[in-house]
DNA sequence: CCTGTTTTGTGAAATAAAGAACAAAAAACT
DNA sequence: AGTTTTTTGTTCTTTATTTCACAAAACAGG
């Protein structure tokens, strides 16, 4: 198992670009394409797809449609993913409005409240009580979750998904959660994300000024 | 400048631990705790803060208070920081609305969009058309914004920002934007996150079975 | 005031990731 | 058929990051 977090996400870049490499007609691609598609080194690229043996033709590069399919499967993505989230606030709400998980093959089964008013158990994407997550998440053998609920109910929200099976997480709460080592947490921190620029913002203009 | 991204979030989060701890009543905290919190060794914790010329107490560890104002500084947030967003959509809306900013000290000054339906000068956080952008950044010298506009759009508005005088871009297009040397871009790619946690979550379960 | 303990700060060692380099294969051209 | 060119796949090198380890400082207790 490679567990280099940032080669799996360039294998998500790749796969992207040769999405939209495809739809503009390219039959096959060059690793000097694709580096810089996403911005690294050619030989980055063919150490990459080397790493999880995909090869392609010496002087033919590879196959944009094989290649697509490759990844697709190292990636996990044969079929469609079923996915929970907690908490329909601000982002649960633009989460299950957003229209980008389709086109990835990943679907949100249903949202997770614990206020009644927001309940809507025939919609789309159904939003039920907490209460249902372990009926409905072990009846659909789901094991991602997404955490967009406050702060504080974090952990004992993740908590409640651990015990209903699930075995990975996204998380937008701004905490670090405490999770067994087999589960796999991703963090989204928008504030974080914001605070980084900024320092980078202001160390660039200093560094113009000294 | 010390150009470690990995270590300038860890700072950020440092800094969110320690208003936690500080919350709970510390006055000061050791490496140890911090290294705790934030899921990292203390040699790291130290390391970082040597690297940043911030330094403690031998025994008696640092000062919850100084050190939070040390960070601070460092990262840029003794004043304000005033952010735009282009894109009124799904995760324009949820920026907007979401409470997690201001606790950190960044403002959302005002949203531009493109549908003239969504204009509304007197908000709290006005919507302007994209034109107005130029005049307000300018006037009020906004160095950051926020790209949550189609993918399509996306590098226009990028330059348009550029043109601007916007010099750091948290961009939430699933996409990579060309921009020059000196300008700072991160990326929120939710798909990719999500991705990612799939891809642990199957890596795990096959090597469980293996 | 001395001794023992704790915790920092940093230089050296280990690990991990990225980049360069090049032989080998495949196609294209002559 | 042979030569040239292109592009992969992999090994070796370099660079970056993390971890270890320990001397020096600070406090506590006798």
Redesign the interface.
Known sequence: ??TN?SC??R???YK?SLH?LRALGFVKVFSDNLAD???VLPSQVRKDFSLFGISGNKRGGYQVDTLIEKLNT????EQT?E?IVAGLG??G???M??R??EK?G?RISACFDIDSAKYHREAAIPVLPLEEMKDFVRSKRI??G?IAVPDIAAQSVLDMMLACGI????NFA???LRVPE?I???N?N??????????????????KVG
Chains 1, 2 share one sequence.
Do not use: C, H, W
């Not at 190292?74 to 993505?77: H, Q």
């Not at 075995?167 to 996204?170: P, Y």
């Not at 928008?190 to 560094?207: D, G, P, R, S, W």
């Open positions: 198992m490679i977090k799996i996400i294998l998500s870049r992207n939209r598609a996403i911005g190292i990636l996990g993505k993913q996915v601000n982002i709400n633009a989460l409005k957003y980008g998980f990835e990943i094991k991602i997404v075995k990975g997480v996204l701004p905490l670090r087999d796999v947490v991703n989204v928008l504030e974080l994300e914001l605070e980084n620029v900024i320092y980078f913002v202001n160390a660039q203009e200093k560094t």
